[in-house]
């Protein structure tokens, strides 16, 4: 059975801290995907990022970066110089395999994160 | 394109009513999924479709739930008779065929079952 761990429920910064919000996932497949949704307070879920199991690379976009680690199956998270309006539920998710989609997913619990001036 | 469009945005109901609620995915994508959100199982798969065929309802709860896809812009999740605990965000979700494609939500409907 495949599993996502976010085992930070919550997160308070200042405005401008750095911060990283971890995600650990379990899975038997070979070949997955992951992703991650923003849940601002009006409730909606944003896709951010998807990264599949076989690209380990790094990625940053703009503030946010993301560190994939297959020996240790995580799936960080990192907001650089964070802000208010990153105040929001961050969601890590799996895809599960053998589907003929990415989208059938299994998701974390969520970290809420505040971001306070 | 307007992206997911879900409705109603919130509705309310007493415990035994019939709801059912509505989702228009995007224009060209071919699955289309139904999510649940509520505080103690999280986010949960309920059923999704592919071309309009369902393909995996076993995070239906019970038989007071079922969707349908008759077309291929729009589904509906209708549970009847009502419950309490039905109470949940009821997100609808769609994406394109390619096995890596991302999920695109609508901005849920809020349930709540009196």
């Known amino acids: 059975a495949q599993k996502v761990t976010q085992a930070q429920t919550e997160i308070s910064v200042v405005e401008k801290e750095d911060v990283t919000l971890d995600c650990v996932y379990e899975?038997?497949?070979?070949?997955?995907?992951l992703f991650w949704y923003k849940q601002p307070p009006s409730g909606e879920l944003v896709f951010l990022i998807r990264?599949?199991?076989?690209?380990?690379q790094n990625e940053i976009s703009g503030r946010y970066s993301w560190n994939f680690q297959k020996s240790t199956s995580s799936f960080n998270f990192t907001i650089t110089a964070s802000q208010v309006v990153d105040s929001a539920v961050y969601f890590c998710?799996?895809?599960?395999?053998?589907?003929?989609?990415?989208?059938?997913?299994?998701f974390g619990t969520g970290t809420r994160l505040q971001v306070t001036l | 394109d307007a992206g997911v469009i879900q409705s109603p945005r919130h509705e309310v109901t007493e415990m035994g009513q019939e709801v059912t609620l509505r989702c228009k995915p995007i224009?060209?994508?071919?699955?289309l999924f139904w999510y649940r959100q509520t505080m103690m199982r999280g986010l949960e798969l309920l059923i999704y479709?592919?071309?309009?065929?369902?393909?995996?309802d076993s995070g239906m709860p019970e038989d007071r739930f079922s969707a349908k896809m008759p077309n291929a812009s729009f589904s509906t999740l209708k549970i009847q008779p009502s419950e309490p605990r039905d109470s949940a965000v009821y997100f609808c979700?769609?994406?394109?065929?390619?096995?890596?494609?991302?999920?695109?939500f609508g901005q849920g409907t809020r349930l709540t079952v009196v």
């Open positions: 479709f592919n071309n309009n065929v369902p393909i995996d």
């Open positions: 998710a799996l895809s599960e395999p053998n589907t003929g989609t990415a989208s059938k997913l299994t």
């Open positions: 990264r599949n199991s076989f690209d380990e």
């Open positions: 979700a769609s994406s394109l065929t390619a096995s890596s494609a991302e999920a695109f």
């Open positions: 899975t038997r497949d070979t070949t997955y995907y």
């Open positions: 224009s060209g994508h071919d699955y």
